[in-house]
């Protein structure tokens, strides 16, 4: 049986992540909630 976890909030966390898609597929596995979210192309 999956544990819930005692976490309260998190706030401003930055992550630099490719493919993107497949981490936020990750995260929201580990019960995190995206509220937002950018690209930013690096040249």
């Known amino acids: ?3 819930q976890s005692k976490l309260l909030r ?3 966390i930055g992550i630099v992540v ?3 898609d497949k ?3 990750f995260l929201t596995e580990l019960g995190l909630k ?3 979210g950018s690209i ?3 040249i």
Do not use: R, T
Request: glycine share 6%; charged share 10%.
């Open 1 to 3: 049986m999956a544990q």
């Open 23 to 25: 981490a936020i597929l």
């Open 40 to 42: 930013i192309c690096h």
């Open 34 to 36: 995206l509220e937002g």
């Open 18 to 20: 490719d493919p993107l």
């Open 10 to 12: 998190m706030h401003n």
